[in-house]
């Protein structure tokens, strides 16, 4: 186990809003990821990170921006929110190869 | 880059049969996972593969890592209604530093 936490769990949101989606840890992992995911679809890697003051975009391109200022906490912000921007967010940390999920988060944004 | 195939798709089942699916790769692996995701919820690990050939089980779940080192195997035996949800192989191989994702199986178990 990874001990991996999200917040919020679901946001409905209007198009223009700023909106942060947390993410902690308690094991102290270098290694964390961000991952969009439409229902019942792949993964697809948005942002990840190695460790603090470390950032890197994904494979997929993402107008979110992530932080990572303390090894427990990498947030993910979108500065304006619009409709295409509706979909899970799940965040993961590493030991070695193995990636431990989150529960994600469900963002709507009308 | 990396990619993987996943299948089937899809797959409904009568409450106790046995499931299996599988994943291709177009490149060599050195580690092969297995996740399962419930509705609503982030993937779980179900089991992890380190060496061709290797056959690793978790309860009623089996895993193999294929031979060619190119494919990996998910058997489930007599199948039951909590085993319903997306199933997701994932690998990683030579210089690459991330995992790359199967697109999923839609398991659905009927009673």
């Known amino acids: 186990e990874a001990d991996i936490y999200q917040t919020p769990r679901y946001l409905v949101i209007g198009t223009g809003k700023k909106i942060t989606l947390e993410c902690s840890q308690t094991?102290?992992?270098?290694?964390m990821y961000w991952y969009q995911q439409d229902p019942g679809m792949e993964l697809h890697l948005i942002h990840y990170?190695?460790?603090?003051?470390?950032?890197e975009k994904g494979d997929l391109s993402s107008e979110s921006t992530v932080s990572r200022i303390r090894t427990e906490h990498f947030p993910l912000t979108l500065e304006s929110a619009r409709p295409s921007h509706t979909s899970q967010y799940l965040c993961?940390?590493?030991?070695?190869?193995?990636?431990?999920f989150g529960p994600g988060t469900r963002l709507l944004v009308l | 880059g990396q990619q993987l195939n996943q299948s089937p798709q899809s797959m409904f089942i009568q409450e106790g049969e046995d499931v299996s699916m599988n994943c291709t790769s177009s490149?060599?692996?050195?580690?092969w996972l297995w996740y399962k995701q419930d509705p609503g919820e982030g993937p779980v690990l179900l089991i992890a593969?380190?060496?061709?050939?290797e056959l690793t089980s978790n309860g009623r779940l089996t895993a193999q890592f294929g031979i060619t080192r190119k494919d990996s195997f998910l058997n489930i035996s007599a199948s039951i209604p909590s085993d319903v949800g997306i199933y997701f192989c994932?690998?990683?191989?030579?210089?690459?530093?991330?995992?790359?994702f199967g697109s999923g199986t839609q398991l659905t178990v009927l009673p």
């Open positions: 993961a940390n590493s030991v070695e190869v193995l990636q431990y």
């Open positions: 994932a690998g990683r191989g030579g210089s690459a530093r991330q995992l790359t």
């Open positions: 490149s060599i692996f050195n580690t």
């Open positions: 990170s190695y460790g603090v003051n470390s950032t």
């Open positions: 094991m102290g992992h270098d290694k």
């Open positions: 593969l380190y060496k061709a050939g």
